[in-house]
């Protein structure tokens, strides 16, 4: 953060010692904002935000200008759009694909060097700040809103595609070893190397935010590493970057969630499977999520997250208990255990031939980017979440546990789809081969009860869909209303419609791929910001003088005088009592608080 020549108010607190004897404070510079809670008039620039949220700016215009015109290009010329989408695409996993495992990996060890460093019990806001929701209201709309769509997509799709191919020949098809490693490239997708993506950015923002009282923009973000040069043009692009990645990563899980529904409906009811179909669903749940999102994160978000954990809950015991739960467990324990064996091998593993850049295409790189250009969204959404937490307590929750129960959830369907092609004709693997979207349900057609637990599968996808799609909008809403933490509904509404129209035109151009791609492309100059971003926060949190109580004190700053007092202890209302009910033991400390503060310590 850049430093204000603005004087700290604490350099006119003074203490008071038995001798009457009054000692101020060294004026020292403060730092811009102090939390959410401005004071009325302060100027803060969440509250200058606020006053302007329905006069956007810049990054709004020029948002909505290259949303239109890409949408445009789809419309006047689909061939042009989508020839260059594919040269783009494999120029990108060709040459530079190394980059989103870089970034990945980066991410995932700055994260548990905050949680294990000094700075972990920092709080994400004021001091006396506690979260806004319970831990169960907190991870529930961490899970469902944010990568819901992909627990139906992909937790058999990926397994099963990768036990019938296994990655990079490691092993044989159709064996239990083959089942070994399509978890463990199945955990590897969907687990830490895309929740620290999230993180970095929640971390960033909600500390920007809450606790430095800054606009939910990422230029601000970037301050302390690119300096003044975010408040002007460059900090409006790298805004408008975000909004772009955010809402192609988003219309990727639209395309996947139309297309489940679209899937389910046909097993469910016989209705066709068609481009048509899937568009009107893409209409349909346009419209709930917009509704959804104008009704705010405390109704809308947090009551439909909390629905779809309870039936994915319940789905996900259903088909623990009733097939192989013996065969599950031991998969679990020997794929984690080959996950954590290879885990900076697999990390680090690139293509070496032209079959492997088509394989990293459509599996590593392309998951790898998504998380990319899913972090803006995905960030903003944990850091609105996550007032009052401190920073382990945030690694803990957005890093460990959700990456965890997706472990568990793709070992239960991923396993027994597995075990059922094992034992069966493989009706599983060729049915994902040929689409994806079928695999779950193909799955559940080999289980009791496949009427009722197809249409919850179905109920799970609209309601992962509704959330996470809800989510975005408000994201996508605050980014371009300057930053405001409640944007404008006209925007809210703008927004929720652009997602759908977008989703909906690369549906026409190019399907499923075409919305893949738009991800991976988006993502690849915006792995630049995220990296940039881990830097700034770390510099922050190092320079930030509100934690001097965090770090280990030297002896020579005892001496010299330069130990800042914590603010704890700047807080405190130190009175004149008589110097006879002091009592003896404390004489020492109330010493050190003198000898630091006298006049010729400076």
């Known amino acids: 953060m850049t430093i204000e020549p603005k004087t700290s108010t604490r350099s006119e607190r003074t203490w008071h010692g038995g001798d009457d004897r009054t000692a101020p404070l060294r004026e020292e510079p403060e730092l811009p904002g102090r939390g959410l809670d401005a004071e009325p008039g302060s100027g803060s620039a969440q509250q200058r935000a606020h006053e302007l949220r329905n006069r956007p700016g810049a990054v709004f215009w020029g948002s909505i200008g290259v949303v239109v015109a890409f949408i445009a290009w789809s419309a006047l010329s689909p061939d042009s759009m989508s020839g260059s989408m594919t040269a783009a695409m494999n120029w990108i996993a060709g040459s530079v694909g190394w980059t989103y495992l870089l970034v990945t990996l ?219 739960t013996g065969f599950l467990g031991n998969l679990f324990f020997r794929s984690m255990g080959q996950y954590l064996n290879d885990f900076f091998m697999v990390s680090l593993t690139t293509p070496v031939s032209g079959d492997d850049v088509q394989w990293y295409q459509s599996w590593t790189y392309f998951m790898m980017a998504w998380w990319l250009s899913w972090g803006a969204f995905v960030g903003v959404f944990l850091a609105k979440i996550s007032r009052g937490r401190t920073i382990r307590e945030f690694v803990v929750g957005v890093l460990g546990i959700p990456s965890l129960v997706f472990f568990v959830w793709f070992t239960i369907f991923g396993g027994t789809a597995i075990k059922l092609d094992m034992e069966g004709a493989g009706s599983i693997g060729r049915a994902a081969t040929q689409d994806l979207n079928s695999a779950f349900f193909e799955t559940l057609d080999q289980l009791p009860l496949t009427g009722i637990t197809s249409v919850i599968a179905i109920i799970l996808v609209v309601l992962f869909f509704v959330s996470g799609a809800d989510a975005n909008t408000f994201v996508l809403s605050m980014l371009t209303s300057r930053g405001a933490l409640e944007p404008s509904r006209a925007i809210l509404t703008t927004w929720g419609a652009l997602t759908g129209v977008s989703a909906i035109f690369l549906f026409l151009v190019g399907g499923l791929d075409a919305l893949q791609q738009a991800a991976m492309i988006s993502a690849l100059p915006f792995g630049i910001v995220i990296a940039l971003l881990g830097v700034s926060l770390v510099k922050s949190l190092r320079t930030d003088q509100d934690f001097d109580f965090t770090r280990t004190v030297t002896r020579d700053e005892v001496k010299t005088g330069m130990l800042r007092v914590p603010s704890p202890i700047l807080s405190m209302d130190f009175e004149d009592p008589p110097t006879s009910s002091i009592p003896q033991q404390r004489a020492p400390r109330d010493q050190r608080i003198e000898s630091l503060n006298s006049p010729d310590q400076g």
């Open 106 to 324: 980066g991410c995932i060890l700055l994260m548990v060097y905050l949680a294990f460093s000094r700075f972990g019990r920092i709080r994400l806001g004021k001091d006396q700040d506690r979260p806004e929701y319970s831990t169960w209201s907190w991870l529930a709309m961490i899970l469902s809103a944010v990568m819901g769509i992909g627990l139906i997509s992909y937790a058999v799709a990926e397994p099963i595609i990768h036990f019938t191919q296994p990655p990079h020949g490691l092993s044989e098809p159709g064996t239990y070893q083959a089942a070994v490693r399509a978890m463990q490239f199945s955990y590897f997708d969907w687990g830490p190397h895309a929740w620290a993506v999230f993180g970095i950015f929640g971390l960033a923002i909600a500390y920007s935010t809450h606790r430095r009282g800054n606009t939910g923009l990422i230029s601000p973000m970037l301050r302390p590493v690119l300096g003044k040069a975010m408040d002007g043009p460059l900090g409006h692009v790298v805004d408008i970057l975000a909004v772009i990645a955010t809402l192609f990563g988003t219309t990727a899980s639209l395309g996947l969630g139309a297309s489940q529904i679209s899937e389910g409906m046909n097993r469910v009811l016989g209705i066709p499977n068609e481009l048509f179909v899937q568009i009107v669903i893409i209409i349909g749940i346009t419209t709930v999520f917009t509704l959804s999102a104008l009704s705010g994160v405390n109704r809308g978000i947090k009551y439909t997250s909390q629905v779809t954990s309870v039936l994915s809950i319940l789905l996900a015991l259903y088909v623990l208990v009733i097939g192989p």
